[in-house]
């Protein structure tokens, strides 16, 4: 059904918020803000990207639906905030335009994958597990042995896989060729500033720089227009605790270790 004010969103900049690790509920919100903003037809989006990365998949169907939404004429401009690396790169590359602060910590491109090897401590609390299994590597990454061999061979080629398509996707939305890519998606991060002598952002600057690049991209006039928030993260009981800063990074740190043990990560992990 058309909306009803359809005509008044088609002057409106959209505007959507990635923060922290992208994983399942990240990449829900965020495509359903899409999808919003490409019903109301609004000519531009200012895309907020404030994430260390996070789940291979979650993080390449972001980047898929921001291509389909630039497919149907919308301008989007990211919006790159204290940091956005790894994962937050990779969706960044969909957009028309990047502006990152001088001093945004961004770039680790690449791919980890990280397992917990728990046989020693295991073994002193007198604990062993018995497996069962279909096949050779249905136990891989088992916290109660390490790697053999064949594992390691496989999960790195698991990994390569992954990887080259990072690279693919950072060489196309940047215009870069691949080779000039891999020189520098090594993990390492960057400074904006020098993300910006390499070719991954296109201009230095905070949030109102984007803002106004991307109304201009969009032929609105930046001077008056404001963007309007889509897909906001519901707020949670927590943010009215004192300390709630240092518990959500506990959380956070906590469900990187445990919840996504043994998952591919697009993921920057100092």
């Not at 990887?163 to 390492?188: I, K, M």
């Not at 803002?211 to 519901?234: I, M, N, Q, Y």
Request: hydrophobic fraction near 40%; aromatic fraction near 6%.
């Amino acid at each position: 059904m058309p909306w009803p004010w359809r005509r008044k969103t088609r002057r409106t900049l959209a505007r959507i918020a990635i923060e922290g690790p992208i994983a399942g509920p990240t990449r829900s919100r965020v495509i359903k803000a899409l999808r919003q903003v490409e019903q109301r037809e609004c000519p531009a989006l200012l895309l907020r990207i404030d994430s260390p990365g996070g789940t291979v998949g979650d993080s390449q169907e972001i980047y898929s639906a921001l291509l389909r939404l630039r497919e149907k004429g919308c301008k989007v401009v990211a919006s790159f905030g204290n940091i956005s690396a790894s994962g937050g790169v990779y969706i960044g590359v969909a957009a028309e335009k990047i502006v990152a602060n001088p001093g945004t910590i961004t770039g680790s491109i690449g791919v980890i994958l990280r397992g917990n090897n728990l046989s020693k401590l295991l073994e002193r609390l007198g604990v062993s597990f018995e497996t069962v299994k279909s096949g050779l590597y249905k136990d891989i990454l088992s916290p109660d042995r390490a790697l053999s061999e064949g594992e390691r061979k496989l999960l790195q080629s698991l990994i390569d896989s992954s990887y080259h398509q990072f690279v693919e996707a950072v060489a196309t939305g940047r215009g870069l060729n691949q080779e000039t890519v891999r020189g520098f998606a090594d993990g390492r991060v960057f400074s904006g500033a020098q993300a910006l002598e390499l070719g991954l952002v296109d201009v230095l600057g905070d949030e109102e720089t984007a803002r106004r690049l991307a109304a201009e991209l969009a032929g609105l006039d930046p001077e008056k227009t404001r963007p309007t928030t889509f897909g906001s993260p519901p707020k949670r009981f927590g943010g009215v605790l004192p300390g709630r800063s240092q518990l959500r990074q506990l959380i956070e740190s906590f469900s990187l270790e445990l919840a996504w043990s043994g998952q591919p990560l697009w993921l920057y992990r100092p």
